[in-house]
């Protein structure tokens, strides 16, 4: 977690700090008035060069393109700006509290779950997120490099600024997001192991053993028991993180999809435009190269949130085979019959302010939605 920390410190996106404490667990600090004002500036900064960005390179467009050219690409501009700008001002607003919830959850979650068995969990998403971050870096390095290349221009030196900025706010905050569904994921996964290791061993201390401090005189039946009630406990603690998350992110994330199929639309359009034209086959590669990175970011956006709950979906038939087995005792079997009413009752589920959930439908809707505005806007360029 630490280098996207550092990351989205630098970028006004992390106005808080957390400590760890002997025990291993984190406490989120309160924010400071230095990180929300550092905030403010870089918002404001944004808001500054976007105006002078829209005086500058939108009004003087030729006036010869077509006007789908013209609302597509306002479009694009003014919800990338909205994406950055709501990322960088929940923050300090709404997300500062619930982050604190959220980091608590986590701290417990590790304790519960992680720490103990899966350590190694740790070094691969600390690569995972690095390996994201260096690969954002370096596309948009490669845009720079690009706008450079063309002009080097003071006003284009500062839309190239500008437009790098704002994508890479925007690119971390979705990895922020990516981190909380892959963790809640692995977690989901974990109990449900723990669960297949309570149907073909039912005297094995799970994970949790040592957190119920509730055991009988009975190590089979009570060790059961308490697995299950435990399992039981920390299932909840993990819908309420994702509940806290979805609350978190929902509006962002409405805006980051609007975002991302708006930049779609608008690429492929240009794409097709410049496939006849043999003079501009640097620029139709590098429009490509960006269709694949939105294409890729949106995908991984909804193919994890789907996972998440598929992974929370899979506990029902767990709790299942579990309710099978001929030695059940009663008491046991009633912790299995709250846990999957509990389960059953409080589905997972990612969603754009409930507007429409997060999932691969979603994304097949997307693509569709896609299609047919560029077959819309070839029939209106061709009449």
């Given amino acids: 977690m630490a280098p996207l920390y550092f990351v989205s410190k630098i970028l006004g996106l992390a106005p808080y700090s957390y400590a760890q404490t002997q025990s291993g667990s984190y406490v989120v600090k309160t924010c400071s008035m230095s990180s929300i004002l550092w905030t403010v500036t870089v918002t404001a900064l944004m808001l500054l060069l976007f105006l002078h960005i829209l005086l500058l390179k939108f009004l003087r467009l030729s006036p010869g ?10 479009l694009q501009k003014i919800s990338l700006l909205l994406s950055c700008v709501a990322f960088l001002l929940l923050g300090v607003t709404t997300n500062k509290s619930k982050m604190r919830i959220i980091m608590e959850m986590l701290s417990t979650i590790d304790e519960m779950l992680i720490r103990k068995k899966r350590r190694n969990v740790y070094k691969k998403e600390f690569y995972t997120l690095l390996a994201h971050i260096l690969l954002v870096t370096s596309v948009l390095i490669y845009m720079f490099y690009s706008y450079m290349a063309e002009d080097r221009s003071f006003h284009n030196v500062l839309f190239s600024v500008y437009y790098v900025v704002t994508l890479l706010i925007n690119s971390v905050g979705l990895i922020q997001l990516l981190f909380l569904l892959r963790i809640l994921k692995l977690s989901f996964k974990i109990t449900g192991e723990e669960l297949k290791t309570l149907k073909t061993n ?43 998350v979805n609350s978190s992110y929902g509006l962002l994330m409405l805006i980051e999809t609007v975002h991302n199929f708006v930049s779609a639309v608008s690429l492929v359009d240009i794409t097709i435009f410049l496939l006849d034209r043999e003079e501009y086959v640097m620029t139709t590669v590098y429009y490509m190269c960006w269709l694949t990175y939105y294409a890729i970011k949106t995908s991984v956006l909804m193919w994890t949130s789907h996972l998440t709950c598929s992974e929370s979906r899979k506990l029902v038939a767990a709790l299942y085979k579990l309710l099978l087995r001929p030695d059940l005792h009663h008491c046991c079997e009633r912790q299995i019959r709250l846990f999957v009413t509990q389960v059953i009752n409080n589905r997972l589920q990612f969603t754009a302010t409930g507007i429409f959930p997060l999932d691969l439908p979603t994304l097949h809707s997307i693509v569709s939605a896609t299609t047919t505005y560029i077959i819309v806007f070839q029939q209106l360029r061709t009449s």
């Fill in 65 to 74: 393109l077509a006007a789908s050219y013209l609302i597509v690409f306002g």
């Fill in 202 to 244: 039912p005297v094995k201390a799970t994970a949790f053993f040592n957190f119920t401090n509730t055991l009988g005189e009975n190590p089979r039946r009570d060790k059961q028991r308490c697995a299950i009630f435990a399992l039981r406990s920390l299932h909840f603690k993990l819908y309420e993180l994702g509940r806290t």
